[in-house]
């Protein structure tokens, strides 16, 4: 067997070991092996990347040196990536996938340019625009300079749609504001025309000059779409931009014609579509609605309007009584709870319950936390069985038989304004419906409008009691204050 | 039709002396076929991991988008060109990134799910 032979033998390889990291991520227990399985896949694939015809000349013609350049450059990245995995904290895992989107994506726009300005390109570069004009037909390059192209476009995207989006998750003041201008459409049809044409371009010439405009007009793109979306869209648009990072992967496949890429990117490509469909479904929102509709950040109605007169606030001694008649008790975490870093007193108030008899659950929404699953992986890693944590659909048909559902930092999940006001940015959303609960507790620190920036009708609702502070504190109060009786 | 003819007839123009046995239509229609047939089974296998799990699936897939440093060795590693080698190196330093970041986090979460008897 030729050496290329075992090469693409071991890319075959590491590409079934990605298929079933995937498929053993159908549950937890198989799922840490999959992630293991993807690891083995992945080094083995950059170990035969090592052995590749290019890096194999150059190695005769310098010595060790180019490998130890890669190695170099390697293991900084390497460093750096796991030394940001094991600080980061988990509340701030959308920004974290964000900026590794990013990273890929840069990377799969840089392999294309790389591979155009080597060798086999160079010599196209040295032609001038009229020999361009005067050659009238396309040749064989092309298919080659349409990979480049795309792999530029989707990378460039990528990498800047995926630092916006990190700037909106981080809540960066730059970002507090979605980009509202009324010209954005014709800006962004103007922009995607611009990248056409530049595309048609690299594809006819593989002029570097159309390349690096190709690249400074998508990475302008990949930004103004990003800009209007709102902080309550993220979870789609970090679905979405894993997605992209996947095919700009699959795009740098092409470009060098190497299997693995494209195998590996299509499968990422794939898992985010399907994670984006499933975020548009859990928000009642079409894909395109998230990406150019733009979820205003304006208040249709005012917030006075709403709570004026109707807020009752508890005090720790009266939601202690409340909640040791209780017999059943659901607990609807929100983003403010990871916030609050309350995972830990919300399991102990959970213990204190539990020992009194009750039975706790905790009703997660899809869009619960910042991006898919988010809010399963917080309170997992507060020890609370994953057997307690119930999906909306089946947990929403038992609030009328729940005595006491606690929202800790949830708002626009539990907004009953998504069923009730036809005209409100969230209508049509499917929530959680404590408000059909015997009594409501909302622990929050004001009356402050959630991600979609619009008050909350349930805050003023008769069954509702608020209860204001800081949640982990105000979690604790109450635990202490049923344990005393 | 959506593609125009003119890039038709490209693909069916003669190899160049590099791609020997393998017009660059064909070099295409193989890649694409690859393309499809992975994007099939990646619907298969994802559709079926439970909501719960949809972070780490998030960020394992991400680790496996990194991938492209596979493509970033091979074209920095060639050092033909300073741009390109330079492009290369920087390529292979951001997708090392998005792999080891992406597997430990992944590892990370996943152990969370799976507590330790104690």
Not at chain 1, 157 to 186: C, D, I, M, Y
Not at chain 1, 394 to 400: H, L
Not at chain 2, 51 to 77: D, E, F, K, M
Request: hydrophobic share 55%; aromatic share 6%.
């Amino acid at each position: 067997m030729s050496s290329q032979a075992w090469i693409n033998l071991a890319y075959l390889t590491a590409s079934m070991l990605f298929i079933v990291a995937f498929k053993q991520m159908s549950g937890p227990r198989t799922a840490v092996r999959g992630n293991f399985l993807g690891a083995v896949g992945m080094a083995i694939a950059i170990l035969a990347a090592c052995f590749e015809q290019p890096v194999a000349a150059s190695i005769g013609r310098h010595g060790i040196w180019p490998l130890l350049l890669l190695a170099l450059f390697a293991a900084a990245g390497g460093g750096i990536g796991a030394t940001m995995a094991l600080r980061w904290p988990m509340t701030g895992m959308p920004q974290m996938v964000a900026l590794l989107n990013g990273f890929g994506g840069a990377a799969s726009m840089l392999v294309a340019a790389a591979e155009l300005t080597s060798t086999r390109a160079v010599a196209r570069f040295q032609e001038g625009p009229a020999q361009v004009l005067a050659r009238a037909s396309l040749e064989p390059w092309t298919q080659f300079a349409i990979a480049i192209g795309l792999a530029c476009l989707i990378g460039s995207v990528t990498l800047t749609g995926s630092l916006v989006a990190f700037g909106k998750l981080q809540e960066l003041p730059q970002f507090k504001k979605p980009w509202a201008n009324p010209n954005r459409h014709w800006i962004n049809l103007g922009l995607a025309i611009a990248v056409l044409l530049l595309l048609w371009g690299v594809f006819s010439t593989s002029q570097l000059l159309f390349f690096l405009m190709l690249v400074a007009v998508a990475a302008t793109l990949g930004a103004t779409l990003t800009l209007p979306i709102g902080g309550a869209d993220m979870p789609v648009v970090i679905c979405l931009l894993n997605s992209y990072s996947g095919l700009a992967a699959a795009a740098a496949g092409f470009v060098i014609d190497n299997s693995v890429l494209v195998i590996a990117g299509s499968l990422v490509g794939a898992s985010g579509l399907i994670l984006t469909a499933i975020m548009c479904r859990a928000m009642n929102r079409s894909l395109t609605g998230v990406l150019f509709g733009g979820l205003g950040a304006t208040a249709t109605v005012a917030s006075d309007d709403v709570y004026a007169g109707k807020i009752k606030a508890a005090e720790t001694e009266e939601l202690a009584m409340v909640l040791e008649q209780a017999s059943r008790i659901v607990i609807v975490p929100g983003y403010g709870l990871a916030v609050a870093q309350a995972q830990h007193a919300v399991r102990e108030l959970a213990d204190v319950l539990e020992a009194r008899g009750a039975t706790v659950e905790y009703a997660i929404h899809p869009v619960a936390g910042r991006m898919p699953g988010h809010m399963n992986v917080l309170l997992a890693e507060a020890d609370i069985p994953y057997e307690k944590l119930r999906e909306m659909d089946d947990i929403n048909p038992s609030f009328p038989e729940t005595d006491v559902a606690i929202v800790i930092g949830a708002n626009d999940v539990v907004n009953p304004s998504a069923r009730t006001d036809p005209n409100s940015p969230i209508a049509g959303m499917p929530i959680l419906d404590v408000d059909k609960a015997q009594t409501v507790i909302v622990v929050k620190r004001s009356l402050s409008p959630g991600f979609a920036g619009i008050p909350n009708p349930l805050f003023a609702a008769d069954n509702t009691l608020m209860f204001f502070g800081d949640g982990k504190k105000a979690l604790i109060d109450l635990t202490a204050a049923i344990a005393r009786d | 039709m959506l593609i125009p003819t003119s890039i038709l007839n490209s693909l069916t123009l003669v190899a160049s002396t590099e791609m020997i046995g393998e017009d660059p239509a064909s070099k295409f229609i193989r890649l694409l076929t690859v393309f499809l047939l992975a994007m099939w089974v990646g619907f298969e296998v994802i559709t079926k991991v439970p909501q719960r799990l949809h972070t780490p699936l998030t960020s394992g897939s991400n680790a496996i988008s990194g991938i492209t440093v596979v493509g970033a060795l091979v074209v920095a590693g060639g050092l033909t060109t300073g741009f390109g080698t330079l492009f290369g190196l920087l390529a292979v330093l951001l997708a090392m990134i998005n792999v080891a970041g992406g597997f430990v986090v992944t590892h990370r979460m996943l152990e969370m799910f799976n507590p330790k008897k104690k």
